[in-house]
DNA sequence: CGAATGCTTGACTGCGGTCAAACGATGTGG
DNA sequence: CCACATCGTTTGACCGCAGTCAAGCATTCG
């Protein structure tokens, strides 16, 4: 009998095994090491679920969002001018949170869209968790400080998309960039990763227009580097996609 | 005798009034109520100054900067792609830092290089204070954590830019930031504001080229929104450049 | 089954990039 | 002091990536 074995009987398993762990709580994990007490927490948090489709508004932006823990599906964080354009700048997956962070007031100052449906919970007790430094929850706090410092270099990363690459290089490092998102949320299977996006939605993100985001998509395609079907996308060579990225 | 006058007398001024309050002080004061201790704490930074000149690498990046405040002179911090495109993600003005604010790690990850000649100062005591809350320079800190914050809303404005606007749009939002920016820390004048860039490094900050910068700024100077001499940059109208930017 | 939504394609246009050359300002060495 | 080099700005000609417009498909849904 293997030492692994004699160990789960003793004590419970402080965290649960990968497997049957919601991706919110995978994420979380993936960023710092967390107790049974923090899982736990997160659990509760988790207990009650809101459900809203997609288009519903989250956070209206304006003001400082009420923090929520978004558990199942995309949202995103939008800005609109005057005229209609909108910019997505960033989106919400399992495991992602709003208003939780107090260094990310000013991004929780713009408003957050459901892409598709969504799941979330409430967050309060993370926002707690994250203000003061010395409670039991240090390892939970960490998590949730690496996750601000993950958005802020994807928005960085988007930054110079935007300003210095093409269609198709923006495409490629997006791909990639959404890839190993999911991965740590332990949404990548073989058979690929959702992507419940539309292509307009696609557009307002990589700043380009629907017919040209259409275009990009199937050059991809043409090109063995993206599958799609059914909302689920496989990046079958990645390495020629991080080439085409630049790394970005 | 008005009591303000009498408590001149009784206690050094607490804040040196600001006509003489160099730039950097003047933008952290402006951030945060600042005591008498914590402009001092600043003074004593500022007090051994490292000058260096246009183009020299005040961080390399890759790794987490060395604490410093800028005092005079811009810098910027830049991503380079591998076939050598660039893009600005943001400038370092006075009283701007790097290496200081324990959430903006990531951004300091990326390289920092002087616009102009550069006047830095060591600012580890400020990333001490910026750390720990529970020091006498509560002040400070927020005013810290407020830099920040501005910064993070700058980047997500100029993402919505790069992402969204078109040439003529970009450079008016932009000149207005430089401007708001300039204006807390005391540097415009009515005779304007110091722009102490090339047309190339605003093409890498813009996500255009140069002939296209050199293009859209004779537009706007043409059309009365922008004047630029000996390095100075006047706007005249900047209700109609914020209608142009959008009020982005 | 029609209506709505999203995807796809083609034709045309235009904003902004590229290339090239000239010009002005500044600086440097003979 | 001038010849020359360097750097930044300016202008014109041309081109191409991506936007716009419009129509046709494909799916999904009531």
Known sequence: MLTQDIDRRIRPAPAPRTVDTPPALRLLASLAPLSGAEFELVRQCARRVERVQAGSILHPGGEVATPRLILAGWACRMRTLPDG??????????????????????LDMDAVTAVSRVDSADASPLAVVAEDGTTAYRGLARAIESSGELELARLLDQLVRLGRQNAYE???????????????????????????????????????????????????????????????????????????????
């Open 85 to 106: 354009r909108r910019q997505i700048l960033g989106f919400l997956m399992p495991g992602d949170m709003i208003g939780v962070r107090p260094g990310s007031r000013r």
């Open 170 to 248: 923006r495409t490629a490092g997006w791909l990639l960039d959404v890839h190993a998102r999911l991965d740590r949320a332990g949404l990548v299977e073989k058979a690929g990763f959702p992507l419940p996006v539309t292509q307009e939605v696609l557009a307002d993100a990589l700043g380009l227009s629907v017919v040209h985001v259409n275009r990009t998509l199937q050059q991809l395609r043409r090109e063995g580097l993206l599958q799609l079907q059914a909302g689920r996308a496989t990046l079958p060579d990645r390495s020629r996609l991080a080439e085409i990225a630049g790394r970005v």
